[in-house]
Structure formats: structure tokens, C-alpha cells
């Protein structure tokens, strides 16, 4: 079912039942009304009788008969009779004895002094009625013919009312529904033409504050990840194609030339060694690739790792000296750290490991001592580590884009160098909710500084 239909029943359901409620709550008291004012002229006409019949001398049961005979029509159909102490009938206008008036009715008239009942058509009233200590009981009836057509006429109007209402209301809804929900249709619209063609197109945002227009900003948000995503992949798919297919195309070279012509064994050997080197140049580049496509996953980070930063720099340190005897890796605290544990820290240890070994390793490699100096230090509710170089720098030009995949620095071309690592290393700070920017003059050197967040 459509939310439109579904909005405009529920509003239909709702407002029935508040019309349901006031039609029945109008009939019922209207009813009560009715009973209660011709019980209460019943009374009247009652008492009345009474009073000529007992209180003057002058009127008989037959003259009262024929005076209430040319009176008859105040009530429709009406009838009196009258019992004295023992029960015995004194006055009766019912001719036909259409009413029937029992010992027990009597009895019960006796002891609630008023009782209401019906007979048929015919409405009842008994009471008892004291006059010069002599006791009565009268029994009055008649029909309420106008008061019930009213009634009547009341229900079918009420039953007419009813029924208009809710038609209106179903169209008044309907209508209502469809403005309603017209935002989200041109929301629906507008991001069912999005394709991969256009996925720079956004949603109208309306008015910017209400629900539709939080929507709205939820679904543009959505479309910018996805943009850049896939601007990321259709770059990286790129750049990696070419970063791989020019050491394919070197290995192959070398191999075509030498099986060209029958050569020396240090001839080969020269090329197997020209070979492994590319081979090696070729694998650093598929790890590394294949490191910036798992930093882009989901989940790598497991929040129960804990790692003391201090141990884990010292560890890459060594590594990368070992690897590469000639360069070297000073580490030192900025400043005396008031608790060891503000160096502790909770995240994915192997990327970590990835990331500060490329910040050293760049230090090393563009330094003309090829060394690098880490400090490390607290600053508030962060880690602060400072990597630090007396290299060639970065011109100011190329510093925005050096996180990017594949590109490097226009002083560095001439260098080995694939524009990957710094791009691992933004991916694998921000992954861990850090931060990382740099500070660099050319031909004085770069600091790297790497903030993460302890809390």
C-alpha cells in the first residue's frame, strides 16, 4: 500500500471515530432529554389530575373525565388512573384498557414512591400522591409521538452528516496526502535520475529545516561518498594500470632483447639482476596497492587493540633500518609526559606499522643525510608525532595535492618513487579519526605531523 492511501485511511479512521463519538454522544443525550422532559410533563399531567380530583369538592370522576376528555391532546394518547390507599381504582381515562396496572406494579409504586416503565408504545409514570393524609396512586401513560419523530429525524440527519463528513474528509485527505508527501516524490524523482553519468547532480534541499529537507541532505551526503568513491576507483584503476603496465613493459623489453641473440653468461646475468630489481620495483608497488585498497574497507579498525605508540615507532624504526642500513631514525619525547599511559592508544597495529614506516622512510629517502627525526609528545587529547626531514621540500604549489594517489612533487620526479605512500598514509590517519598536515619549505625540509586522538 502506498503511504498517500495509507496517510489518507488513517486520517479517515481518525476522524470518523471523533465523528463516530460526537453523533453517538448528540443522539444518546438528546434521548436522555427527550425521556426526561415527558416523564416531567407526564409528572405534571399526573399531579394535575390529581389535585381536581381530590383537592375539590366540586369535581367528580365524571366531570373530571369530561374536562379531560375536551382537554385531551396535551399529551398523545395520554391516560390517568388513579388508586386510593387499598388499591382500589377511583379514576380511569383509559376506556380501552389498553393499560395494565398489576398488584406488584403497585407495590413497587408504594415503595419508590416513583417508578418509570414502558408498556408497548406507551410511556409510564407512578407516583404516590398524599392529600389530608389520605394516600393515592397514580399511574399516568401516554405516547411520545412528537418527541420520538424528532428523535427519528435527528438520527437520519446525524446518519446523513456522518456519511457527507466522511466523504469529505477522504477527499480533503487524499488531496492533503499528495501535497504532503510531494516533496518526497520530487525527492524520489530527482535521485532516481542520478546515474553513474551524472553523479554530481544533488537533490533540491527545500527549505533546508524540515524533515524532507534533512532528507534530502542525508541523500546528497550519501551521493558525495559515493562521487568520490568512484572518482577514487575509476583514478586508482587508472594509475594503477599505468604504474604497473610500465614495469611489465620494462621486463618485457629486457627479456625480448636478451633472447634476441646468443650472449655471455655475465650478459644474462646482468639482465636476471636488471630483472629481479624491476620484479622488486614491481612488488613494492603491488603491496602498496593493495594496501591502499584494503585502507579503504570497512572494519579494519578493532577498538580492543591497544598499542603504546613510543614501542610501536621504535619497532618500525628498527625495521626500516634494517631494510636499509644507510639510513637513520632518531626518536625523542618533546617533553617530559606527566602519565605513560597518554601514549597508549587503541587501533589496527599493522597499519599504524604501514603509515609511520612510509613518513620515515620519505624522510630518509629525500634527505641528503637520509635521516629523520621523530618527536613525540601530548597535546591535550591527543597523540602528537612530528616527522621530521632536512630534505628537499615541497613546493608550496604541489602541497595540496600530495595525499593524492600516484602524484608526486614536480622536485622529486627525477627520484624513484611510485605517489602512493603518502596517500596510504592520510587514509590510515583518518581511518583511526586522526588528522595529518605538513610543513614544508623548499630546500629546507618537511614535518609531517600526525595527530590521534587518545579519547
Known sequence: MQIRNKLTYQFVGIVASVLLLATLTIFVLFAEFRERDFYLRLNEKAVATAKLLVDENDVDAALLKLIDKNLRGVLPQEKVIIFDSSGKEIYNTDDEKIIIVSNELLTEIRLQN?????????????????????????????????????LKFL???????????????????????????????????????????????????????????????????????????????RSFVGNASHELRNPLSVLRGQLEVALLKDRKTEDYKKTMESLLEDINHLTIISNRLLSLAQVSGVGLIDPKNEIRIDDLLLEV??????SIPEYTVNVSFESVLENEDSLLFYGNERLLKIAFFNLMEN??????????????????????????????????EDLKNIFEPFYRAKNVLDRKGHGIGLSLVDKIVKLHSGSIEVDSTEKRGSVFTVKLPVG
Open 114 to 150: 416513583e417508578v418509570h416503565l414502558k408498556q408497548n408504545e406507551f410511556e409510564m409514570l407512578g407516583l404516590n400522591y398524599t392529600y389530608n393524609n389520605n394516600k393515592y396512586i397514580i399511574v399516568a401513560a401516554a405516547v411520545d409521538i412528537y418527541g420520538l419523530r424528532k
Open 363 to 396: 624522510a630518509c629517502k629525500y634527505s641528503p643525510d637520509h635521516s629523520c627525526l621523530v618527536d613525540i609528545g601530548a597535546e591535550g587529547k591527543n597523540i602528537v608525532i612530528h616527522f621530521s626531514d632536512k630534505g628537499v621540500g615541497i613546493p608550496a
Open 155 to 233: 438520527s437520519i440527519v446525524l446518519v446523513i452528516v456522518f456519511v457527507i463528513s466522511i466523504a469529505a474528509v477522504y477527499f480533503s485527505g487524499w488531496i492533503y496526502s499528495g501535497r504532503a508527501l510531494q516533496p518526497i516524490s520530487k525527492v524520489v524523482s530527482e535521485v532516481d535520475r542520478i546515474s553513474v553519468n551524472n553523479l554530481n547532480a544533488r537533490v533540491d534541499e527545500g527549505n533546508g529545516q524540515d524533515e524532507i529537507a534533512q532528507l534530502a541532505k542525508t541523500f546528497n551526503k550519501m551521493l558525495e561518498r559515493i562521487e568520490a568513491a568512484f572518482n577514487a576507483q
Open 317 to 322: 624504526r628498527s625495521e626500516l633500518i634494517e
